[in-house]
């Protein structure tokens, strides 16, 4: 019985521990912020935390030639496609205490981030 006693009470006890002190993201409060939209469909905007995050990002629309193929899949040509490309960063504090810094291009070619943290794929 006061083996029962004492799991219960160890149970209360670290489930009414007191939650890990600090501030989280989620408590973290936006310092900065801008934002810009062209009709012509780019755009701008930023923001900074008192945390340390920070984005930066702006967008173009830009025309680019695809290869056209018919219903078998034989080129017939080419067509002038939208394609949307951003540019911009990101930076945060990891739980290391390490400041990361992220930029990075998103267009046809796909998301294309660099940072010193990130490994570089060999060169052919």
Same mark, same amino acid.
Request: hydrophobic share 35%; charged share 20%; net charge negative.
């Given at each position: 019985?006061?083996?029962? *006693?004492? =799991?219960?009470a *160890?149970?209360?006890?670290l489930?009414?521990?007191?939650?890990? /002190?600090?501030?989280?993201?989620?408590? &973290? %409060? =936006?310092? &900065? /912020?801008?934002?810009?939209? %062209?009709?012509?469909?780019?755009?701008?905007? +930023?923001?900074e935390t008192?945390?340390?995050?920070k984005?930066?990002?702006?967008?173009?629309?830009? @025309? =680019?030639? =695809? !290869?056209?193929?018919?219903?078998?899949?034989?080129?017939?040509g080419?067509?002038?496609? !939208?394609v $949307?490309?951003?540019t911009? $960063?990101?930076?945060? #504090?990891?739980?290391?205490? @390490?400041?990361l810094?992220?930029?990075?291009? +998103?267009?046809?070619?796909?998301? /294309?981030? @660099?940072?010193?943290?990130? !490994?570089?794929?060999? #060169?052919?």
């Amino acid at each position: 019985m006061k083996l029962f *006693l004492g =799991v219960c009470a *160890l149970l209360v006890t670290l489930i009414h521990a007191a939650p890990p /002190q600090g501030k989280t993201d989620a408590d &973290s %409060q =936006v310092v &900065s /912020q801008n934002s810009d939209i %062209q009709p012509d469909g780019s755009f701008s905007y +930023a923001f900074e935390t008192d945390n340390g995050i920070k984005v930066d990002d702006q967008g173009t629309i830009k @025309q =680019v030639k =695809v !290869p056209k193929t018919d219903a078998s899949g034989k080129s017939i040509g080419e067509d002038v496609v !939208p394609v $949307s490309v951003q540019t911009g $960063s990101f930076q945060y #504090t990891a739980p290391d205490g @390490q400041v990361l810094t992220i930029k990075y291009v +998103a267009d046809e070619n796909g998301f /294309q981030p @660099q940072g010193a943290h990130i !490994p570089v794929a060999p #060169t052919a």
